[in-house]
């Protein structure tokens, strides 16, 4: 792995990090969660393997240090890592498909892979969630990640803009 892409995503982690801290709930306390859309921004501009992991780890950490769910610390390392790994395969899977379409079902694809891993692992860490599975997941990860469907598709053409244009 190159430094210059090491540093892209530790900035774009941080980004994230600083967005997600300072984003107010937009609809009924849910917010953009900047850090899983940076994580997938940075697996969209380096899908390697490595690349995939750092920027999981970085994730993790971060969301484990701002996280107010029970359990939420343990969860989300676990959540970052798993989903790192899983968004990048599906990367490199559809490398042949219009990125128009791909962008936005990543983003859809890997909160809901993402919410999912965090609340079962929470549900196993704790021994019980807050409220039921059911409505966690309908209530918060399908909204969230209809949310960061958005947020990744706008967010990643600023960020493949800007990266086109320092390379040039």
Known sequence: ???????????????????????????????????????FISIFVNPSPKN????????????????TFPGGQIANLVDELLTSQVVALIIRMGRNVNQKFMVPLVGFIGTVV???IFLLVAMLVT?????????????IVIPT????????????????AITRHIST
């Open 52 to 67: 995939a992991f750092v920027a999981g780890a970085l994730g993790g950490i971060f969301a484990a240090l701002t996280t």
């Open 145 to 160: 990640a209809v949310i960061n469907t958005v947020a990744t598709s706008v967010l990643y053409g600023l960020v493949n």
């Open 127 to 139: 021994g019980a969630l807050p409220t039921a599975f059911p409505v966690l997941f309908t209530t």
């Open 114 to 116: 993402s919410g999912t």
């Open 1 to 39: 792995m190159k430094l210059r892409d090491m540093i892209l995503t530790s900035l774009l982690m941080v980004i994230g990090l600083v967005l997600h801290q300072i984003t107010p709930p937009i609809v009924a306390g849910m917010k953009f969660n900047f850090l899983l859309v940076m994580l």
